[in-house]
């Protein structure tokens, strides 16, 4: 049976006036949205709202969500040119912010653009926008070259016996903007919250520049000191043996992701993957290691970097809510092509009105390490 409920939410716009949102959602109980939260997380997420049939209205935001909305406005006005073509869009609350400051800069500008989103949600609310829609998979070769096709080739590539001979290097995302769920003095990430991971970081490992926007809760001197748990992407038959090496690699605990009253049975992602929760104690950086600690687990502690590699390195394991290694600036610097997983900059809106702006210190090329 279908569930029909309704939703109101206040934006502020540019000018200071405010479009009231209501949205009319339709929920099935016999299929989980991959857009909910980890369970036992401290910190509730609303869902995102539509941005379509918007009214407006003399309330201002506050609290959490102005908040929210005063650092992706900030974020956009100092990432989002109109000059660029590419433009990523994550998911969760924080990013219908994102997309509504970059809609307020208006069709002139954003016609000649291509968004691509990080699933489902964010999908929607480019289209909701009114913002043209591509896909990761879809950008094009960085130079065309004219391709001739006929006679035995053609039959070929009609029945699989060859390929079409793409070449050369694609089109990188000039810019990519996404939530966290957490973020440590380095920038490293935690994402995964809403069940989008291997997307958002398919997007943010494509972009120039990936920039976090987020409020103030989800900045921490080190990761797992608020957010409870790593959120890993697994095929579901692979559930047991990826459980049981979690645990021996020192998570207490490690759990399938549930769909609540939404759904009987574990959150199916857009990918069709499970989500396993993995509680591990507080991830150090490489400046918190001592003596003989490498960080790798032997002592009882883990730094970012080696955790993230390590987990990513089970069968089954599709992804790793860990966004940790290099950025984008490093990749470009090394003469790589691509992003990086940690954001250039990450903007956190302040409850005291502030927008407090983290950069990236490494700029120096790195090249990838397996």
Not at 117 to 131: F, M, N, R, Y
Not at 337 to 358: H, L, S, T
């Amino acid at each position: 049976m279908d569930i029909l409920f309704t939703c109101s939410r206040t934006f502020l716009r540019p000018s200071h006036h405010c479009i009231c949102i209501t949205t009319t959602l339709r929920r099935s109980n016999c299929r989980r949205t991959a857009h909910s939260m980890a369970p036992g997380a401290p910190i509730s997420e609303p869902s995102a709202p539509s941005i379509v049939h918007a009214l407006e209205e003399q309330i201002p935001l506050s609290g959490i969500e102005a908040a929210k909305q005063r650092a992706a406005f900030k974020a956009v006005d100092d990432h989002f040119h109109p000059s660029y073509k590419y433009i990523g869009i994550g998911s969760g609350s924080t990013v219908v912010y994102v997309v509504q400051a970059i809609a307020a800069k208006g069709r002139k500008i954003t016609d000649g653009m291509i968004f691509v989103p990080t699933g489902d949600q964010s999908k929607q609310l480019i289209i909701e926008a009114g913002l043209p829609l591509g896909s990761i998979d879809a950008l094009p070769p960085v130079e065309v070259s004219p391709t001739k096709i006929g006679g035995v080739t053609a039959h070929n590539v009609a029945t699989g016996l060859q390929d079409l001979g793409l070449k050369g290097k694609r089109q990188s995302l000039d810019v990519a903007f996404d939530g966290a769920d957490e973020i440590d003095d380095e920038l490293n990430c935690i994402k995964g919250g809403g069940a989008c991971l291997f997307q958002e970081k398919l997007v943010a490992s494509s972009a120039k520049k990936f920039i976090v926007v987020a409020d103030s809760r989800k900045l921490q001197k080190r990761l797992l000191t608020k957010w409870p748990t790593i959120p890993i992407e697994i095929a579901p038959l692979s559930a047991p043996t990826v459980k049981r090496i979690l645990i021996t690699l020192g998570s207490s605990d490690p759990k399938i992701r549930q769909g609540g009253s939404a759904k009987a049975g574990p959150v199916v992602t857009d990918n069709s993957m499970w989500i396993i929760d993995a509680p591990f104690p507080p991830l150090c950086l490489k400046s918190d290691l001592k003596g003989h600690d490498n960080g790798d687990g032997e002592h009882g502690t883990w730094e970012v970097h080696n955790l993230g590699r390590r987990l990513k390195r089970i069968t089954g394991v599709l992804e790793v809510g860990l966004f940790h290694g290099r950025n984008g600036v490093q990749v470009a610097a090394a003469g790589e092509e691509g992003g990086g997983q940690k954001p250039v900059a990450a903007y956190f809106g302040m409850e005291n009105g502030d927008v407090e702006i983290r950069t990236a210190k490494e700029v120096h090329g790195v090249k990838s390490i397996p």
